[in-house]
């Protein structure tokens, strides 16, 4: 497949493919795995010297375990996950507020996972090696510039360099390939070489701290919880390991979120403290789970800034473009960061494999997935599903209430919820009725 040729030295490497991806994170790992099933040659280029499964919890909602399932991974997602049951909103007195079913328990052919992002991304990484090859990932490469070919050369052949760095700055050798996917993450470099002059993400005025804590399973096993309100302090817990020890304890992630007027630092690994969030929790003690103490007997604290970036008006320069949180970085508050990427990868394989691989089919994927996403970066950060805390904190005016439909109905609270499903495209009908990308 490959017939790329180095221009400058005018050889082919071993290192030279059809698809130059750049980031082994979720997005770059799961468009290996689609183009490998669309027999499409890949190889991509990760920064890191050691890919590690560093993070905390995500959601992957039944869109994207759809793309998972097509992709022959849902035994090996039940491996490491929890299948989420249900969806579930308190106020910070613990009083109920809205529940619904989640995943297959809601009628979708697909489940919804809570996972750790370590375990998903090495769940990938393993994939991707055993099905493409040990050499398909190539760690220590980080990519800094791209150049574009200015025209076909004599056997009507045009492509892209890719020029990258090992951790100690050094230059690699330069890899040439037919078109290149940036990857790269919230900090990418190929994004920057598309828009100079775009100024750092976007501060959501929220920080968050996250952890993981041992626990006994609390609610269904399953639960989703998500309470309280950003402003005094809300939370949001899920198991995302089942059966971790004898005592069948699960490993359950948490994510205080406060509106702070600084933002944290935006570095994914970076400790948090605990005074710096625990006050808004500490007498938050339900029937059903000690969050103080969840909070308290943490593993390990990690902070960071919410953060988005506007919306872009396209990814795409000719045969390079971007994908998952390189094009559209979104505030965390819908489960859509990695599900979104994961579809981007999907469609993107989809657009190759029917237009080829050139310029035609970036445009295609640029034409659909930019206007699909500009909606769900936009509606996380005005109403995305955890509007429903808002509504029942601004309507209760804080304060406990013995009933919630006193405050607001369950046809309302249930608006919220479904719109916010037709916007990221996981509306039940929709997802049955949708051809698959490939
Ligand atoms: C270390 C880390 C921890 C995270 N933890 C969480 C979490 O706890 N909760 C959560 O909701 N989201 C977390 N995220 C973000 C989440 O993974 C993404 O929002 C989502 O999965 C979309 O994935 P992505 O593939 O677009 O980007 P990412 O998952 O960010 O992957 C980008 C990849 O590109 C690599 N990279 C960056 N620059 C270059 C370069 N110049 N050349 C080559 N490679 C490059 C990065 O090392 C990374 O592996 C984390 C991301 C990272 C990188």
């Given at each position: 497949?490959?017939k790329h040729?180095?221009?400058?030295?005018?050889?082919r490497?071993?290192?030279?493919t059809?698809?130059?991806?750049?980031?082994?994170?979720v997005?770059?790992?799961v468009?290996?795995?689609s183009l490998?099933?669309?027999?499409?040659?890949?190889?991509?280029y990760e920064s890191v010297r050691?890919?590690?499964?560093l993070?905390?919890g995500?959601?992957l909602?039944p869109?994207?375990?759809?793309?998972?399932?097509?992709l022959?991974?849902?035994?090996?997602?039940?491996?490491?996950?929890?299948?989420?049951k249900?969806?579930?909103?308190?106020?910070?007195?613990?009083?109920f507020?809205?529940?619904e079913?989640a995943g297959q328990a809601?009628?979708?052919?697909?489940?919804?996972y809570?996972?750790?992002?370590?375990?998903?991304?090495?769940?990938?990484?393993?994939?991707?090696?055993?099905?493409?090859?040990?050499?398909?990932?190539?760690v220590?490469?980080?990519?800094?510039?791209?150049?574009?070919d200015?025209?076909?050369?004599?056997?009507?052949?045009?492509?892209?360099t890719?020029?990258?760095?090992?951790?100690?700055?050094?230059e690699?050798?330069?890899?040439?390939g037919?078109?290149?996917?940036?990857?790269d993450g919230?900090?990418?470099a190929?994004?920057?070489?598309?828009?100079?002059?775009e100024?750092?993400?976007?501060?959501?005025?929220v920080?968050?701290?996250r952890?993981?804590?041992?626990c006994k399973?609390?609610?269904s096993?399953g639960s989703?919880?998500r309470?309280?309100?950003l402003?005094?302090?809300?939370?949001?817990?899920y198991?995302?390991?089942?059966?971790?020890d004898a005592?069948?304890?699960?490993?359950?992630?948490?994510?205080a979120?406060i509106?702070?007027?600084?933002?944290?630092?935006?570095?994914?690994?970076?400790?948090?403290?605990?005074?710096?969030?625990f006050?808004?929790f500490?007498?938050?003690?339900?029937?059903?789970l000690?969050?103080?103490a969840?909070?308290r007997?943490?593993d390990?604290?990690?902070?960071?800034?919410?953060?988005d970036?506007?919306?872009?008006?396209t990814?795409t320069?000719?045969?390079?473009?971007?994908?998952g949180?390189?094009?559209h970085?979104?505030?965390?508050?819908?489960s859509?960061g990695?599900?979104?990427?994961?579809i981007?990868?999907?469609?993107?394989?989809g657009?190759?494999?029917?237009?080829?691989?050139?310029p035609?089919?970036?445009q295609?994927?640029?034409?659909?997935?930019?206007?699909?996403?500009?909606?769900?970066?936009?509606t996380n950060r005005s109403n995305?599903p955890?509007?429903?805390l808002?509504e029942a904190?601004e309507?209760?005016?804080?304060?406990p209430?013995d009933?919630?439909?006193?405050i607001?109905?369950?046809?309302e609270?249930?608006?919220?919820?479904d719109?916010?499903?037709?916007?990221?495209?996981?509306?039940p009908?929709?997802l049955?009725a949708?051809p698959?990308?490939l």
């Open positions: 497949m490959d040729t180095d221009k400058r030295t005018d050889k490497t071993d290192k030279d059809d698809v130059i991806i750049v980031g082994a994170g997005g770059g790992l468009l290996a795995l490998h099933q669309a027999g499409i040659a890949c190889r991509v050691e890919i590690k499964p993070g905390v995500i959601n909602l869109h994207a375990a759809r793309e998972l399932d097509e022959g991974l849902l035994p090996a997602l039940d491996r490491v996950g929890v299948r989420t249900e969806s579930i909103f308190f106020t910070r007195h613990g009083q507020i809205y529940s079913p809601a009628g979708y052919a697909w489940p919804q809570s996972i750790h992002r370590g375990d998903l991304q090495m769940t990938l990484l393993a994939a991707v090696r055993e099905r493409l090859g040990e050499d398909s990932v190539c220590d490469h980080r990519a800094v510039r791209v150049e574009q200015e025209s076909e050369d004599a056997s009507g052949n045009a492509g892209v890719v020029h990258m760095t090992d951790s100690a700055g050094v690699r050798p330069p890899v040439r037919a078109i290149v996917v940036g990857c919230i900090h990418s190929l994004r920057k070489q598309l828009y100079p002059d100024g750092a993400p976007r501060y959501s005025g920080n968050m701290w952890g993981v804590t041992r399973p609390f609610l096993g989703m919880v309470a309280g309100w402003s005094i302090g809300k939370m949001v817990i198991p995302i390991r089942d059966n971790i005592d069948g304890n699960q490993l359950v992630n948490w994510v979120e509106e702070s007027p600084e933002p944290a630092v935006r570095d994914w690994t970076r400790q948090g403290r605990l005074e710096d969030f006050p808004a500490a007498d938050w003690h339900f029937d059903w000690d969050v103080a969840l909070i007997n943490a390990a604290v990690l902070e960071y800034p919410m953060v970036q506007d919306p872009l008006p990814w320069r000719g045969r390079m473009t971007l994908l949180d390189a094009a970085p979104m505030v965390p508050r819908g859509n990695a599900g979104q990427a994961i981007d990868a999907r469609y993107l394989a657009q190759l494999k029917r237009l080829g691989l050139g035609a089919a970036l295609e994927y640029d034409r659909a997935r930019v206007a699909a996403t500009t909606k769900v970066v936009l995305p955890d509007a429903i808002r904190y309507r209760s005016h804080d304060r209430f009933r919630i439909e006193d607001i109905s369950r046809d609270l249930q608006g919220i919820s719109r916010y499903k037709q916007v990221a495209g996981f509306d009908a929709m049955a949708r698959s990308f």
